[in-house]
């Protein structure tokens, strides 16, 4: 496998789950946990619901839901990735590469302190 191919799997994300807010009750349809009333799985997305789904507690229709976005536990962590002089961006095989090239490059300099002498 190539350098590219290995960092454009490094670059892929989760899809992004939207919650839906029912505004007449103010229930939260998640999509990570899906519809125990509608028999949904979890993972299902709202888009994704039978047309006939209803709130499971006021039975109001989808066109009552509003979007309110994903959960909010993943903000800042794409930020972070810049941190750090971008090590965090190096995958593990870069990473050793950078590790033994250092250690290579410190040997090196060692031998060559004997050839000095
Ligand atoms: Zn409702």
Do not use: H
């Amino acid at each position: 496998m190539s350098e590219q191919a290995e960092q454009a799997d490094a670059a892929v994300e989760t899809p992004v789950l939207d919650r839906y807010e029912c505004r007449a009750c103010g229930y939260v349809y998640e999509p990570e946990k899906g519809d125990d009333k509608y028999s949904i799985p979890a993972g299902t997305l709202f888009s994704e619901l039978p047309i006939n789904w209803r709130c499971p507690v006021c039975t109001a229709k989808k066109a009552a839901f509003v979007n309110i976005g994903p959960a909010g536990t993943a903000s800042g962590f794409k930020e972070n990735l810049n941190y750090g002089f971008g090590v965090n961006k190096l995958t593990p095989n870069q990473k050793n590469i950078l590790i033994f090239g250092a250690l290579a490059l410190g040997f090196l300099l060692f031998i060559s302190l004997y050839g000095l002498q």
